[in-house]
């Protein structure tokens, strides 16, 4: 198969989202993310990631998010991982009254990384997620437990086409991440599906160990007897040490 059309695979399958795009509210949001990566010895190494989320039109700081792991490589393109996430949420309500709840989790995932062509990077993740998620500021008994499965799948296409390891200089990146409610999926969204969400970045690699991009990601979240489509800026920062 030619590189163009495997370019086209590609993109086609990264930006498969639920054919139901009749949302019932759109959302206009901004984010900013730093996730990073280190290895400290053959095997083993730990990553982190910390983000912050706006609520619509960039009212309010909505979400931190903060997910440390512990990693272990099996091989170069092949890891497993180990992790906690810390999930604040605030909130506002029709009153104007604000509102709180925290998530814990633990999950556990395993990255699998290949080249498509020459330069094209690919990378395939699986993660299983445990969540707690606690009382609200206005209610006391609406605690609960639930597990989700999350699949992503993310391709980093240099401008510049002319080595086999990409070391700098300016990137396309396309990646897609759906979200499905594998136990008690009542107590979340009463459906299986959760959400999708679909991003494009135009992004610059600084060195081997630095990445900065920025890019639209559309958020296609399933509500109980709704839909949410949030349309969000992002800028992230992605370090490899």
């Given at each position: ?19 139901k795009l ?144 990409f070391s ?39 060195s081997k ?33």
């Open positions: 198969m030619q590189l163009k059309q495997k370019l086209s695979v590609l993109i086609v399958l990264l930006f498969i989202v639920p054919a009749f949302a019932q509210d759109n959302q206009f949001s901004g984010w900013a993310a730093l996730f990073h990566s280190q290895k400290l010895s053959e095997h083993w190494g730990y990553s982190f990631d910390g983000q912050f989320r706006s609520h619509d039109q960039i009212s309010y700081l909505k979400n931190v998010l903060l997910r440390p792991s512990a990693n272990y490589y099996f091989a170069k393109n092949k890891v497993t991982a180990l992790g906690y996430a810390y999930i604040a949420t605030n909130g506002r309500t029709a009153s104007g009254d604000k509102t709180f709840r925290p998530e814990h989790r633990i999950w556990q995932q395993y990255t699998y990384s290949h080249k498509m062509g020459k330069s094209i990077a690919v990378s395939h993740r699986f993660r299983l997620e445990q969540r707690f998620l606690g009382n609200t500021a206005a209610n006391k008994n609406d605690n609960y437990f639930a597990q989700r499965f999350r699949y992503f799948a993310r391709g980093v296409i240099p401008f510049k086409n002319d080595s086999a390891v700098k200089g300016p990137f396309l990146a396309l990646q897609n991440e759906v979200f499905v409610n594998v136990q008690h999926k009542n107590k979340v969204n009463k459906h299986f599906f959760d959400q999708n969400r679909a991003y494009v970045a135009v992004g610059y690699r600084i160990m630095i990445d900065v991009e920025t890019g639209y990601l559309n958020q296609y979240i399933k509500q109980a007897e709704s839909y949410t489509l949030n349309h969000v800026a992002q800028l992230a920062f992605y370090t490899r040490f």
